[in-house]
């Protein structure tokens, strides 16, 4: 794959991690807002209040901004990386083997 087929595979990647990370940062978000204002919870507690208030989309509230952050930063990453490894490979050489 070329750098930009890999920048390009890593901003697909992102979007499914996003799916994962906007639940837990949005849980850890709410567990840190409540101990600032001194209420004891847990994250079962803060799920289940999460679920009552909006059910199921209410865990990905903030993906937007999530997506935002992670597509161009997962691009670039992978991009860079791919690029280095690609102009860092001498002729004759594998990019596995730098």
């Not at 850890?28 to 409540?34: D, E, S, T, V």
């Amino acid at each position: 794959m070329t750098p930009l087929e890999n920048a390009s595979a890593g901003s697909l990647a992102a979007i499914f991690a996003a799916c994962v990370l906007c639940p837990t940062e949005l849980v850890k978000c709410r567990l840190q807002a409540a101990r600032e204002v001194g209420i004891r919870c847990t994250p079962t507690s803060v799920c289940r209040d999460m679920w009552k208030e909006r059910g199921f989309r209410g865990f990905f509230i903030g993906m937007t901004p999530t997506l935002a952050r992670e597509v161009p930063g997962y691009f670039c990453f992978f991009g860079a990386y791919e690029t280095s490894r690609y102009l860092l490979t001498k002729e004759g050489q594998s990019k596995d083997e730098i």
